[in-house]
């Protein structure tokens, strides 16, 4: 009987664990998700940073990672138009869009930001050589559109 109500208990936990998480990404050595509200989670391997919280720890359990969750998406961006190019970047990452690009930011996965452009055109490209390796968020606006992709720096 006690073996019958733990495993039921599991079972609902896991379930509502599993109802909670609007998508997740998961690599060879660490995940990143993002919540149902919004907030960005991620576990894993850390020797590089690559679970974005400024440390090297290793996150055996699912971590919060400050950001702006504002920053993360918008939904009425056309994707398809958008043109970024080479990802990942060793130095240089260029756009083109078929609509004039207003703006493009670059954050950090701390949410902060690195580097900002205003562009006013329909190409641009932006200089990586001055950050580090990692893993980037790149904000591009194009009138009032929003839509920011990830972006590997080698």
């Known amino acids: 009987m006690k073996k019958t109500i733990t495993l039921l208990l599991l079972l609902l936990s896991l379930q509502t664990f599993a109802q909670c998480w609007q998508s997740i990404s998961a690599g060879d050595y660490h995940s990143l ?3 149902n509200d ?4 991620a576990w894993g391997r850390n020797t590089s940073y690559e679970i974005g919280d400024g440390t090297y720890v290793q996150k055996n359990v ?3 990672i400050s950001c702006y969750p504002s920053v993360l ?3 009425n961006f056309e994707i398809n138009e958008l043109k970024i190019y080479p990802n990942p970047i060793i130095d240089v990452l260029n756009f083109s869009f078929e609509k004039e690009i207003t703006t493009v930011s670059i954050y950090n996965l701390l949410g902060q930001e690195v580097i ?3 562009v006013n055109s329909n190409e ?3 200089n990586f050589a001055g950050l580090t ?3 980037y968020l790149v904000k591009i606006t194009s009138g009032n559109e929003i839509k920011t992709v990830k972006v590997i720096k080698n």
């Open 33 to 35: 998700a993002i919540k």
């Open 38 to 41: 919004g907030t960005l989670w």
């Open 62 to 64: 699912y971590t919060y």
């Open 73 to 75: 998406s918008h939904e």
């Open 116 to 118: 900002t452009k205003t």
């Open 124 to 126: 641009i490209s932006i």
């Open 133 to 135: 390796a990692g893993t």
